[in-house]
């Protein structure tokens, strides 16, 4: 099924955002169905269909150190990707663990991955704070990317990896806890979504993937 068929998620957020349906049936909205429009009051929620590349979105990033990051440059490589927010005190440190504990536990193997983490603040997350941030916990690595971008653009991502986030009162989020695994093409070929779940799921799925 093509991504451009669902209906509202392609006028909200894109041609490639659809509803996230691993776990349970998806459910399509029909023409008939009120699209909602992205405020800060409800979660904004999706799915993705695993035959298409999250790289055909064709975001264009900027990273930690103020540098044009097109997606479609991670290609090549199996990426760890996760979403936070850098004045996050709670979940988001830990989400970044736990993939420096994956990614760790992969190159045992001796196979590389890329990480990809991307800001849920347009508003305030600018090269600056993404870079103190990956400081802070240790993360500012090669081949390690904490990015930013536009709100449809981030709206867009967190659709196609299931993220459901919305703004607070205070200027903070809420949103799910979410690591995924890309494919060398830019397919999603494993989620999950929880703290401190432990690596060995993620490299299991890291480790089918084709050397």
């Known amino acids: 099924m093509m991504m451009n068929q669902y209906l509202c998620a392609a006028r909200v957020l894109g041609p490639l955002a659809v509803g ?50 097109p997606v479609t440059t991670l290609a090549g490589q199996p990426v760890l990707v996760t979403m936070v927010y ?46 103190a941030f990956a400081e802070r916990h240790g993360a500012n690595r090669e081949g390690w990317h904490f990015v930013s971008g536009s709100a449809a653009d981030i709206r867009t991502w967190a659709a196609l990896l299931g993220v459901r986030y919305r703004r607070t009162t205070e200027g903070n989020y809420d949103h799910s806890n979410v690591i995924a695994v890309l494919d060398a093409s830019g397919e999603l070929v494993f989620r ?19 050397r």
């Open 20 to 69: 996230f349906g691993l776990l349970a049936a998806p459910h399509f909205l029909s023409a008939e169905e009120p699209c909602p429009h992205h405020d800060h009051s409800a979660m904004a929620a999706a799915e993705v269909s695993s035959e298409d590349s999250l790289y055909q979105s064709g975001i264009l990033w900027q990273d930690q150190f103020d540098r044009t990051l």
């Open 86 to 131: 850098t004045r996050c005190a709670t979940a988001c440190p830990v989400l970044v663990e736990d993939i420096k504990q994956i990614h760790s536990a992969f190159a045992d193997q001796g196979t590389d991955a890329q990480v990809l983490v991307v800001s849920l603040d347009h508003e305030r997350d600018d090269a600056a704070h993404l870079h």
């Open 192 to 210: 999950q979504e929880g703290l401190a779940q432990g690596p060995h799921k993620a490299v299991e799925a890291l480790a089918r993937l084709p």
